[in-house]
């Protein structure tokens, strides 16, 4: 089967890779993120390799990739450690999140409220639903904390947003019932990555200018000498036999860290998250192999 085919058919196989329970639905992010990669899934999935023996996405954010693919064994780490015990949240007690989530409000006094909540005293479930909630009512589905570590996004301009997506939250859960989910720095959590292994990259991206920079989705952010063990980690890999799939932006100095010994594709990616809406255009991104 070409991969385009494979790409067309993929909400069967997955459906099938869930248990029956779950049949009703096929996972899809439960969070949205800033650089998700859900529009340009087409693309993704065309340049994952075939019969990959382990998957490993190490800047897991929404996991899109991650859900369409179905891996049967997967590494998701990230340094921010809300988002992982989500997952974990949504993976060990989906029921509790859903119960939770249906009751809260969307109002602002109570999202304010809830937004100052010491939720790292939480249980994972507590936190998955904190975190998703925050998520689909602050605006422009933001994450974003300051260097002491609070939640700094203020109050959606959503009517009537959708909280919690039941179907979509157990398919979730069950999927990541196969994964490794772990709070680790990138290059620690490949570390393990071997001949065969597929290793996804989406790393917070080089600014394109001196005001587009985002990289605040935890308190340490992501730098210049970052970018570039980034690269050196993905040649590492590359040398041992792993292969590897890398995002990023197409500002100069990503061209130049990947000049030699990987391949540069250029596609155009849809802005989801802006400040501005008529901002939320076409963006050129860039695929490294």
Wanted: proline share 6%.
């Amino acid at each position: 089967m070409s991969r385009s085919s494979a790409a067309a058919t993929h909400v069967e196989l997955s459906r099938r890779a869930i248990p029956i329970a779950f049949e009703e639905a096929s996972p899809r992010p439960f969070l949205k993120w800033a650089g998700g990669k859900r529009r340009l899934l087409p693309t993704l999935l065309k340049h994952a390799p075939e019969g990959a023996t382990g998957y490993f996405e190490p800047f897991v954010g929404g996991g899109a990739l991650f859900f369409a693919l179905l891996p049967p064994k997967a590494v998701l780490a990230d340094r921010n450690q809300r988002l992982i015990r989500a997952y974990r949240g949504v993976r060990q007690n989906v029921e509790k999140v859903i119960r939770l989530l249906k009751s809260y409000r969307h109002d602002p006094n109570f999202f304010y409220e809830f937004r100052e909540a010491n939720i790292d005293d939480g249980t994972d479930a507590e936190v998955a639903a904190w975190f998703i909630y925050l998520n689909r009512t602050g605006f422009n589905g933001l994450y974003r904390v300051n260097r002491e570590n609070r939640f700094n996004v203020p109050f959606g301009r959503y009517t009537n947003p959708r909280i919690c997506d039941e179907p979509s939250l157990r398919a979730c859960s069950a999927a990541l019932a196969r994964a490794d989910l772990r709070v680790e720095d990138f290059e620690v959590a490949v570390a393990d990555a071997k001949a065969g292994d597929f290793v996804y990259f989406d790393p917070p991206y080089v600014p394109l200018s001196n005001t587009s920079s985002f990289t605040s989705y935890t308190a340490a952010g992501f730098g210049e000498a970052e970018q570039r063990r980034l690269r050196d980690t993905a040649r590492r890999l590359k040398d041992r036999g792993v292969r590897v799939l890398l995002s990023n932006s197409s500002a100069p100095s990503v061209r130049e860290l990947y000049a030699e010994g990987f391949r540069i594709t250029e596609v155009a990616a849809a802005r989801a998250i802006n400040s501005k809406a008529s901002a939320r255009g076409t963006v050129v991104e860039l695929l490294i192999t």
